[in-house]
């Protein structure tokens, strides 16, 4: 079983994770947590996007019902 490191491409220079300082490392995790909550929470705003297009939707139809309603009965 070969081991392998972790290497990571930083304008368009590859590094050996082992090789960087703690500094260094830490910065790496954080960016990694960062893209990842990034992520999270463009799939919550589409969530609400469709949700918030979803009831906007519901309150045109109920409107347009209800003018047609008072059309019909005047």
Same mark, same amino acid.
């Given at each position: ?16 994770? /082992?090789?960087?300082?703690?500094? %260094? @490392?830490? +910065?790496? $995790? ?6 990842t909550?990034a ?6 705003? /589409?969530?609400?996007?469709?949700? %918030? @297009?979803? +009831?906007? $939707? ?17």
């Amino acid at each position: 079983m070969t081991e392998q490191s972790n290497v990571i491409t930083i304008d368009g220079k590859e590094y050996n994770q /082992d090789d960087l300082s703690q500094d %260094q @490392n830490y +910065f790496i $995790n954080q960016i990694k947590d960062l893209q990842t909550k990034a992520a999270s929470l463009k799939f919550q705003l /589409d969530q609400v996007t469709v949700a %918030q @297009n979803a +009831f906007t $939707n519901s309150l045109i139809q109920s409107l347009k019902t209800e003018d047609k309603e008072k059309a019909v009965n005047g």
